[in-house]
């Protein structure tokens, strides 16, 4: 191979001349090993005792070959092979599938053997927000770790359209301005069939990062496994009281994307304890007005196709959740959600992220919440399923409790198709301003018993981002089952949500349909009051009928039973009622937590002259054929296949 020298600012950097090493350069606490030049290798091929084929590099062509420990095998010839091999034409097509057809002649031995392989083209699939679903790097770079293992990338070793590959177990991982484009993006993942490992497990307060993955003033990048148990964020495993009456894991961020972080997109992985697994906000700064509300908005926010497992802390926690942030003393300042604003100039609300989606996600046994979203817009969260939340036994269990929490300054948000069961805390809690919010075709069943006081969901909407902005939240709540709270399945807190108008319309809106709800007050059969299913809190003046719609007839009647077996379900199929007349409640229609990657292109018959490929995306694609004969001698040839859908 050959090598290509590379100026890198914080390493000077020494040229191999001796072309069968790679160059490796050591970068911070980590190696950079990067490959490069198809002109060190001439058309010959020889076959591998695991049956893969290698090129053989120039010079040796002729020669007899040594063999390797790999079983790379023992010759070729340049000048006796006699191979013809034709890959067919180029095609230009606009369909995700084609047919590649080679033929191959030999005068002096007959054809025993081909062999496709996809050469370049688009990496698929890679993501879903920023290269519909493809990426085609225009370099790509490895890095291992070394010393302590952590690693640093910034605007000086990275470019946009790099695919990088993180090749080992990193201590942690930071991005300093590392900014892809949109056409472009920087893709982090791991080597194909490898795992790769990012954390400190035994962080304690003793040196070391305070987290796996840390970015700021990043964008345009992807975080993409390429399966969710092949990409591993651990942190810290450490319960030792700290002096703060906690343990020194809860102070632990597996992920942080922190300052001005935006455009990005983190999929197939797993994380696993630490404190935080997932905190997605920028924190307001004295003289930095780009960190207040309204100066700066953020973008786009995709999370998806993972697995968040033992947090101390929160699962996700995206967007900030106070109301104000008092600059001199550096802390939330949460005053009513309907008092004027604090006065002074000190006094400054976070900034706002548009569009934050978090699909397909396997979220279980998280210390608090496990998705709170705050002070974002356009959310969307679907397709998860949420197990075993507010697991910690603390003081302040209640006040982090929900499964999924549309949070203070949320202004409007899609929660659908998910799944949410078998935990301490309430299922559903919603805290948002605005119309707009909806809560649709979600399973909710089995709040534990132990929760005296715990409801199945809690709406209680918020004023908006100022006091002139006094639009308490409006909430749907449509198709969904609900089923065995130790207390009300829904309660509605009416008290906190009056702006003092003349008129209701005014107050905080739930409209319920279609919802089926059963076995309020742990599924026993007591009293059977109709609070017990949905729960009006203080809907003082304006009256229960306003805050609440819940037709009990007609085309959006909601039904209610009293325990599980009155609403004659089958519990091992979702819920679904086992008379098919009741068409309420939820329907499992679409899959439910990480899905495994099927976006890829496939070589159906890669080893017969003749082969479909299947799954293409928009791109440009080059595959190979290898021919070889029965004198172990191969040649090949490329065809390239361009593709817009």
């Known amino acids: 191979m050959t090598q290509k020298k590379e100026q890198l600012s914080t390493l000077l950097q020494e040229e191999h001349t001796d072309i069968s090493q790679p160059r490796v350069a050591s970068l911070m606490d980590a190696v950079l090993t990067e490959t490069s030049g198809d002109e060190a290798y001439g058309d010959m091929y020889a076959r591998a005792a695991d049956g893969t084929m290698r090129r053989i590099p120039i010079g040796t062509v002729g020669q007899q070959l040594t063999v390797a420990p790999d079983g ?150 992807i975080f993409a496994g390429t399966h969710w148990n092949n990409l591993l964020f651990t942190g810290s495993e450490i319960n030792t009281i700290s002096g703060g009456g906690e343990p020194y894991r809860s102070a632990y961020r597996n992920l942080s994307f922190d300052a001005f972080s935006e455009k990005f997109e983190i999929c197939y992985f797993t994380v696993t304890n630490g404190g935080t697994c997932i905190v997605a906000k920028t924190d307001p700064v004295a003289g930095q007005s780009a960190t207040w509300y309204p100066n700066t908005t953020l973008q786009d926010i995709l999370i998806h196709d993972f697995i968040i497992d033992n947090p101390y802390n929160e699962g996700l926690y995206i967007g900030h959740t106070a109301t104000y942030w008092d600059l001199a003393t550096n802390t939330p300042h949460n005053s009513g959600p309907y008092n004027p604003p604090p006065v002074g100039d000190q006094y400054k609300q976070p900034i706002m992220i548009n569009n934050v989606k978090v699909w397909n996600g396997r979220i279980l046994n998280t210390g608090k919440d496990g998705i709170q979203i705050s002070a974002c817009r356009n959310i969307e969260v679907y397709q998860n399923e949420v197990f075993n939340w507010a697991s910690v036994n603390t003081n302040d269990r209640s006040q982090h409790n929900g499964g999924i929490l549309i949070g203070g300054r949320a202004e409007t948000s899609n929660v659908h198709d998910n799944i949410t069961h078998d935990s301490w805390g309430e299922h559903f809690q919603f805290y948002g301003t605005g119309a707009g919010h909806i809560f649709k075709n979600n399973l909710c069943y089995n709040t534990d018993a132990a929760n005296a006081n715990g409801d199945m969901a809690y709406i209680s909407a918020r004023s908006g981002t100022n006091d002139t902005e006094n639009h308490p939240g409006q909430v749907t709540l449509e198709g969904n089952t609900f089923s065995r709270s130790h207390s009300s399945l829904v309660r509605v807190n009416g008290y906190y949500n009056k702006t003092g108008g003349a008129s209701g319309t005014d107050n905080l809106q739930v409209i319920m349909k279609q919802n089926l709800l059963m076995a309020p007050l742990n599924n026993a059969a007591v009293d059977n009051y109709d609070s017990y299913y949905v729960y009006t809190e203080n809907p003082q003046d304006y009256g229960y009928s306003v805050i609440v719609t819940r037709p009990m007839a007609g085309v959006d009647a909601n039904v209610q039973y009293q325990t599980v077996a009155i609403a004659n379900v089958d519990t091992n199929n979702y819920y679904l009622p086992n008379n098919s007349a009741v068409t309420q409640g939820f329907r499992k229609t679409k899959p439910v937590g990480p899905q495994v990657v099927s976006g890829a292109s496939v070589i159906v018959t890669p080893d017969a002259a003749a082969t479909a490929v299947t799954n293409m995306v928009s791109g440009v694609y080059v595959f190979r054929v290898v021919a070889g004969n029965a004198l172990g001698q191969y040649k090949s040839d490329t065809v390239q296949v361009t593709v817009v859908l």
């Open 72 to 221: 790379f095998p023992a010759w070729a010839n340049d000048i006796t092979n006699t191979i013809v091999v034709n890959a067919g034409q180029d095609q230009n097509i606009s369909a995700a599938n084609t047919n590649l057809q080679a033929t191959a002649s030999d005068v002096n031995s007959a054809i025993t053997s081909y062999h496709w392989t996809k050469q370049s083209g688009p990496v698929e699939p890679i993501g879903t927000g920023f290269n519909g679903g493809s990426f085609t790097p225009l370099r790509t770079r490895t890095f291992t770790p070394s010393g302590s293992g952590d690693i640093v990338f910034d605007n000086t070793n990275t470019l946009p359209g790099d695919l990088i590959i993180l090749d080992g177990n990193f201590r942690s991982v930071r991005l300093d301005s590392v900014q892809g484009t949109a056409a472009n993006p920087i893709v982090f993942r791991n080597p194909e069939g490898q795992i790769t490992r990012i954390g400190n497990t035994t962080w304690a307060a003793n040196g070391g990062p305070s987290y796996a993955l840390q970015t700021s003033n990043s964008k345009h990048f």
